[in-house]
């Protein structure tokens, strides 16, 4: 069980929590946090310190003398650091008393992370609402616009997690593909619907997830349709064959709307549904079939970082999200008001 943080959120932010060595090299808590991060912000450690800005378990203040092994956590606020409003506005879509379902823009993080802390979707909404219990339920890229579900009530949230977890959700996308060149719309059309399954790892600290190769003798075997193991139970052993599988269905194609070329045969608009949730698993899939979603920097080819184009937002979009509520027992859909830019007129 995760320990209830000893201070508030402050400017919609949680405090940091760091777990200490209970013994070492080192005199003090003081002295293990510096080397730490000292090479980051070695006064503003010391400030923090003294400060009283740094507390244990209990909330109790830890100074630059308190020796290592009085504490085996503690608490702090990480620095502030400037940042640029990103030119992107969320949209609230649902609220009651339990959740708040809201429209996220491109470019928009759903959590705090790197260079994007107050411009991120979570620390807006609680800024915004002075909601300081609000909590993701699950995440979006910060590339993918769309459909966001937040829980407002701690009591009622673990209910709604249970829903991602027992895969009791349903989702639904929409991605625009530039087409080969070449391409005839009416073979293209033939090819859809089709089911795209594969195996995929995502490695902690890289960008990117990889696809990897499986027996001939495990590819029939749908990864959806795989039991869970029972409640209270983990798998020890990874299961063989695929571990994702997407449905993909044509929408329409035709030329870009803003009368831009792709150097290609016009566009593809697509309507996807993930039947398992895999870190990039809708990006691999597409650029697997030869399409890959319009100004993905990632796939098929991991393109090197660059500033953001707000003229140019991945065009990938988290269209609905439905389930039953476990604590009311209706039925709820919502749907982003969102249109991918790059959709061809249908």
């Known amino acids: 069980m995760s320990q209830r943080s000893p201070l508030p959120v402050r400017n919609g932010v949680n405090a940091t929590r760091l777990r200490l060595p209970l013994s ?38 830890l100074s630059t003398s308190t020796p290592l092994g009085a504490a085996e956590f503690l608490w702090y606020y990480r620095s502030a650091g400037v940042e640029t409003p990103l030119p992107v506005t969320e949209e609230i879509l649902f609220e009651d008393e339990h959740l708040i379902a809201v429209d996220k823009p491109h470019f928009l993080p759903t959590t705090p992370a790197g260079k994007y802390v107050q411009e991120s979707l979570l620390v807006r909404l609680r800024n915004r609402l002075d909601q300081p219990d609000l909590i993701p339920i699950h995440r979006l890229d910060r590339g993918t616009a769309g459909v966001v579900l937040l829980s407002k009530e701690p009591s009622t949230r673990g209910a709604y997690q249970l829903l991602f977890e027992n895969r009791a959700v349903s989702k639904t996308y929409e991605c625009v593909s530039a087409l080969p060149a070449g391409t005839d719309p009416q073979a293209l059309a033939a090819r859809f619907p089709l089911s795209v399954r594969s195996r995929i790892h995502k490695t902690k600290g ?14 029939g075997k749908r990864p959806q349709d795989r039991r869970a193991p029972k409640k209270g139970r983990r798998r020890t052993t990874p299961i063989p064959g695929a571990n994702s599988s997407s449905l993909v ?63 140019a937002p991945l065009q990938l979009l988290a269209k609905t999200l439905s389930f039953t509520d476990p604590i009311t027992g209706e039925h709820r859909t919502f749907t982003s008001r969102r249109r991918l830019q790059e959709a061809p007129d249908e």
Do not use: C
């Not at 730490?36 to 400030?47: C, R």
């Open 249 to 311: 269905e044509l929408l329409a194609t035709g030329p870009r709307p803003n009368g831009q070329s792709t150097g290609a045969a016009g566009v593809g608009h697509f309507h996807l549904t993930p039947h398992t949730g895999k870190t990039h698993q809708l990006r691999i899939h597409m650029a697997l079939l030869g399409l890959g979603i319009l100004h993905d920097r990632f796939y098929p080819e991991l393109l090197d970082d660059a500033p953001d184009d707000f003229e």
């Open 24 to 61: 070492g090299p080192w005199e003090t808590i003081h002295d293990y946090v510096l080397e730490k991060f000292g090479h980051i912000d070695h006064g503003g450690i010391t400030e923090r310190f003294l400060q009283g800005e740094v507390v244990d378990a209990d909330g109790t203040p």
């Open 206 to 219: 890289v960008v990117v997830s990889e696809r990897v190769a499986y027996d001939v003798a495990d590819s």
